[in-house]
């Protein structure tokens, strides 16, 4: 068995409420930076991040606040961070193996007693390793796999009794669920191409995303108004809104902002087929932009490089690679991006920091205005 090597999280972006981000001496932090915070116990397993605030769970099961909101809770399995609720998952207050639901007030400082409660049956642990595995259920999904939980009543949440549930990520407006046999559905509001079925129409109910048919994903990841996911040979598709470039797709925004470079891109006409865009300065010809994608366009990484997990922010996009590089883009106004600045870029850049520091990547977590990244030093060869 392997030893485990020293991992630590790393914090960059939006930290304009103190919350634990790096050395969260500034509003933002344009590099990563290890977390550092007195409030901030060792041995973080999970970090959930909302715009104000970020929740740290340790493996020790405690839950520890940082920003707009503070405080601490003991005996915590998992927990999902919005401007709205915090939600915890708790060991059980009676002598069965069942766990506690809450919701709470994130000013509440988690005293006194939670908004809303509700004893659920666990069916899977989590796995071992910070950030969470691939195949692991977390918030907002239940542990059952048969409910999840929104921060907008009601807050607990059935599913199609014919839906076995993998993983369930929340956007602004609409919901992503990865289910057992790598299959992605989408509901919710469609108005930025959100759904990835072709059109801008809301959805009531979970539909198949027919687009990816028998093409089995390991990982979905919703943003503000994007959505990602990830198949299990390494390719990712992307569509929804990219306004800021978070599809990786040239935009007018960031062309004339003089911020970014346009490259060639890949995406697909509203008929499926795929088509080549290039920029104006290349062919002489004006430049196509994207403002919306209704279906899943593939994204190419550079060097050819497989991709393992991602994670979206409200308008900006993160890739782990199987080689455990960062890659980021979309909008970048507070440091989100890791680039050591405040560009946007419409196109994969890698994060070079943890290249030079000789670190692989395991995990990254995105906030609507931040990023937190794990990882551990690069095994010597």
């Not at 344009?30 to 999970?46: C, K, Y």
């Amino acid at each position: 068995m392997s030893e485990e090597r020293p991992g630590a999280w790393f914090g960059f972006g939006f930290c304009g409420f103190r919350q634990a981000l790096g050395s969260g001496c500034a509003r933002r932090v344009h590099s990563p930076e290890p977390v550092r915070a007195p409030e901030v116990d060792a041995g973080v397993w999970r970090v959930s991040a909302s715009w104000s605030y970020s929740a740290f769970l340790s493996r020790a099961g405690r839950v520890q606040l940082s920003g707009s909101a503070s405080g601490a809770a003991g005996g915590c399995r998992d927990v999902w961070a919005s401007e709205a609720l915090l939600v915890l998952l708790r060991d059980g207050r009676g002598p069965g193996p069942g766990a506690e639901l809450q919701a709470w007030a994130p000013s509440s400082a988690l005293r006194g007693e939670p908004l809303w409660a509700r004893t659920v049956v666990l069916e899977a642990e989590r796995e071992d390793g910070p950030g969470g595995g691939t195949h692991s259920q977390t918030l907002p999904l239940l542990p059952c796999a048969r409910a999840y939980v929104s921060p907008r009543p009601p807050l607990y949440r059935p599913l199609a009794p014919g839906l076995r549930a993998r993983r369930l990520e929340l956007g602004a407006e609409h919901s992503l669920l990865l289910d057992d046999a790598g299959r992605v559905y989408s509901w919710g509001g469609g108005r930025h191409g959100q759904l990835g079925h072709g059109t801008l129409e809301a959805e009531l109910e979970p539909r198949l995303l027919e687009a990816l048919q028998g093409l089995p994903m390991a990982e979905v990841a919703a943003g503000g108004w994007h959505s990602v996911c990830v198949s299990e040979t390494g390719d990712i598709y992307i569509w929804g809104w990219n306004e800021s470039g978070q599809l990786a797709l040239p935009t007018r925004s960031l062309a004339e902002d003089r911020k970014t470079v346009a490259g060639e891109a890949t995406g697909l006409n509203e008929d499926g087929s795929e088509v080549k865009r290039t920029t104006a300065a290349e062919t002489g010809a004006p430049a196509t932009f994207i403002t919306i994608q209704p279906f899943p366009a593939l994204l190419d990484l550079p060097l050819g490089s497989d991709a393992v997990k991602a994670s979206c922010g409200s308008r900006h996009t993160a890739v782990v690679t199987r080689t455990g590089e960062l890659y980021t883009w979309g909008w970048g106004k507070y440091g989100q991006l890791g680039h050591k600045d405040m560009s946007s870029w419409d196109r994969p850049c890698r994060v070079e920091y943890f290249v030079d520091k000789q670190l692989q990547v395991m995990a990254v977590s995105c906030g609507p205005w931040n990023t937190y990244v794990y990882a551990v030093e690069k095994e010597k060869s």
